[in-house]
C-alpha cells in the first residue's frame, strides 16, 4: 500500500480553479507527448478535435463542468493557450501582470478588454503566442481561464475579471515606473511635463 492509497477519497468534485492548475500540471510536465502538444497548440477552439484534447478533457475535466458544446469550446481555447505557452505557461503573475511586464500596449488591452464571445475566445491565441514571444511569460492560469469560463455566460463575474486584469496591469505599470531610474518618462516614451 502506497502513501497515495492511505488517503481517503476524495468527498467533493474539484474546483474549476483546481482542474485548470491540474491541467497546467500536465501540459508542463516533461513527458507529456510533443505531438499532443502540437496537436493542441493547432487546435480550433471554435470546432475542436483531435484525440489529445478530447482525452485531456475526458481525463481532467468533470462532466458538469464541460457539459454543452460551447463549454468544450472553452476548454478547448484555454488548453490551446496553455499549450502555445508551455512548458513555462503557468505562474505567478496575475495575466495583467505579466502582460505589463512584457510591454503589452495599452492599445492591445483596451482590443483585449473590450472583445466579448468568438472575438474574445480568438484573442487568447494571440495573447499566448505575444506572452510566449516576450521570453515565455507565465501567468496565473486560474484567473485567465475564469475569464475564459466566465465570458458570455456570466457577465458580472467576466466583468470584474476584467477589471481585475486592467487594475493589476496598470498596478504593475505604476509600480515599474516608480523604480525605474528615471520615472518622469511613461511606458508610451511621453515625458511628463
Same mark, same amino acid.
Not at 500540471?25 to 513527458?31: G, P, S, T, Y
Not at 505557461?89 to 495599452?106: F, N, T, W
Not at 468568438?118 to 516576450?134: G, K, M
Not at 515565455?136 to 475564469?146: H, K, M, S
Given at each position: 500500500?502506497?502513501?497515495?492509497?492511505?488517503?481517503?477519497?476524495?468527498?467533493?468534485?474539484?474546483?474549476?480553479?483546481?482542474?485548470?492548475?491540474?491541467?497546467?500540471?500536465?501540459?508542463?510536465?516533461?513527458?507529456?507527448?510533443?505531438?499532443?502538444?502540437?496537436? #493542441?497548440?493547432?487546435?480550433?477552439?471554435?470546432? %475542436?478535435?483531435?484525440?489529445?484534447?478530447?482525452?485531456?478533457?475526458?481525463?481532467?475535466? %468533470?462532466?458538469?463542468?464541460?457539459?454543452?458544446?460551447?463549454?468544450?469550446?472553452?476548454?478547448?481555447?484555454?488548453?490551446?493557450?496553455?499549450?502555445?505557452?508551455?512548458?513555462?505557461?503557468?505562474?505567478?503573475?496575475? %495575466?495583467?501582470?505579466?502582460?505589463?511586464?512584457?510591454?503589452?500596449?495599452?492599445?492591445?488591452?483596451?482590443?483585449?478588454?473590450?472583445?466579448?464571445?468568438?472575438?474574445?475566445?480568438?484573442?487568447?491565441?494571440?495573447?499566448?503566442?505575444?506572452?510566449?514571444?516576450?521570453?515565455?511569460?507565465?501567468?496565473?492560469?486560474?484567473?485567465?481561464?475564469? #475569464?475564459?469560463?466566465?465570458?458570455?455566460?456570466?457577465?458580472?463575474?467576466?466583468?470584474?475579471?476584467?477589471?481585475?486584469?486592467?487594475?493589476?496591469?496598470?498596478?504593475?505599470?505604476?509600480?515599474?515606473?516608480?523604480?525605474?531610474?528615471?520615472?518622469?518618462?511613461?511606458?508610451?516614451?511621453?515625458?511628463?511635463?
Amino acid at each position: 500500500m502506497t502513501q497515495l492509497d492511505a488517503l481517503p477519497p476524495a468527498t467533493s468534485a474539484p474546483s474549476r480553479r483546481d482542474v485548470i492548475r491540474r491541467l497546467a500540471h500536465v501540459l508542463a510536465n516533461a513527458h507529456f507527448p510533443r505531438g499532443d502538444l502540437a496537436a #493542441l497548440r493547432r487546435l480550433d477552439p471554435l470546432l %475542436p478535435t483531435g484525440t489529445a484534447y478530447w482525452r485531456l478533457l475526458h481525463e481532467h475535466v %468533470p462532466d458538469a463542468y464541460r457539459r454543452g458544446a460551447d463549454l468544450e469550446r472553452r476548454w478547448a481555447t484555454i488548453l490551446q493557450g496553455m499549450a502555445i505557452m508551455a512548458p513555462h505557461h503557468h505562474g505567478p503573475d496575475s %495575466p495583467g501582470q505579466a502582460l505589463a511586464r512584457v510591454g503589452y500596449s495599452e492599445q492591445r488591452l483596451a482590443r483585449l478588454l473590450n472583445s466579448r464571445g468568438e472575438a474574445f475566445r480568438l484573442a487568447v491565441p494571440r495573447l499566448c503566442r505575444y506572452l510566449t514571444s516576450r521570453g515565455g511569460q507565465a501567468v496565473d492560469w486560474t484567473r485567465l481561464g475564469a #475569464l475564459i469560463l466566465a465570458e458570455g455566460r456570466d457577465r458580472e463575474r467576466a466583468e470584474q475579471l476584467r477589471l481585475d486584469l486592467a487594475r493589476d496591469y496598470f498596478a504593475a505599470i505604476d509600480r515599474a515606473q516608480a523604480t525605474a531610474p528615471d520615472s518622469t518618462v511613461t511606458d508610451r516614451g511621453e515625458a511628463y511635463p
